[in-house]
């Protein structure tokens, strides 16, 4: 079924009764009076989730740059940025029904540290590059980085599959790494979990402490 143009105030959203100032310049905020038609047909004969993964690649990406694909700069500023995600979820028809929204999320069991370790409630890694896994609405976005403004969240980004699950894989440095991990649905909620992982050359911890067979 052919999506159809609907519109939308860019730069300014409303969420859950509060209002939102998206993080783009302010000369854009200005014209947040405005209304620009999108135009959905580039995403025909996709599923949403096709269409949703697809951005995923080209997030975050500027005009010129090897990621960047035209079709997901829906506010046409020249990058794909965070407000092309929350106009794009709600072109695309629902995933699953509406739920409660939350997020779970902590590291993958082969990537954990075992053994005498420091707490941290974001958990220890023994990978420089542990993958993240994690639950929350189907068919939303999650954007990850260091910050709780979009301007800093411009980590690794996923999408929720039929079932809520999704992953990343983002890059440690030595210490605690102070990731936050946002989720933003079609229904113009979202939600802000941090995360922090600690990870500072485990891989010797990890091979004193074998697994047992």
Do not use: C
Request: hydrophobic fraction near 40%; charged fraction near 20%; proline fraction near 8%.
């Amino acid at each position: 079924m052919p999506f159809r143009k609907r519109k939308f105030t860019l730069g300014v959203e409303p969420l859950e009764g509060k209002r939102l100032l998206s993080a783009v310049p302010r000369a854009a905020r200005a014209l947040a009076a405005d209304t620009t038609p999108v135009d959905a047909s580039a995403f025909d004969g996709m599923t949403t989730l096709e269409a949703l993964r697809g951005f995923v690649a080209a997030y975050p990406s500027m005009a010129g740059g090897p990621r960047y694909n035209a079709i997901y700069d829906l506010n046409h500023n020249g990058q794909v940025g965070q407000d092309d995600g929350r106009i794009l979820l709600r072109l695309l028809p629902p995933v699953g029904p509406k739920i409660p929204l939350s997020v779970q999320v902590k590291l993958a069991p082969q990537d954990q540290a075992r053994g005498g370790l420091p707490q941290n409630s974001g958990g220890v890694a023994i990978s420089r590059q542990p993958k993240v896994i994690g639950r929350t609405q189907p068919g939303a976005l999650v954007f990850s980085g260091t910050g709780t403004t979009d301007l800093k969240l411009r980590g690794p980004a996923a999408v929720a599959d039929e079932k809520g699950y999704f992953e990343f894989t983002p890059t440690m440095t030595d210490g605690i790494n102070q990731f936050d991990i946002q989720v933003v649905d079609r229904y113009g909620r979202q939600t802000l979990r941090a995360f922090p992982i600690f990870w500072t050359g485990f891989a010797q911890h990890e091979a004193a402490h074998p697994r047992s067979a």
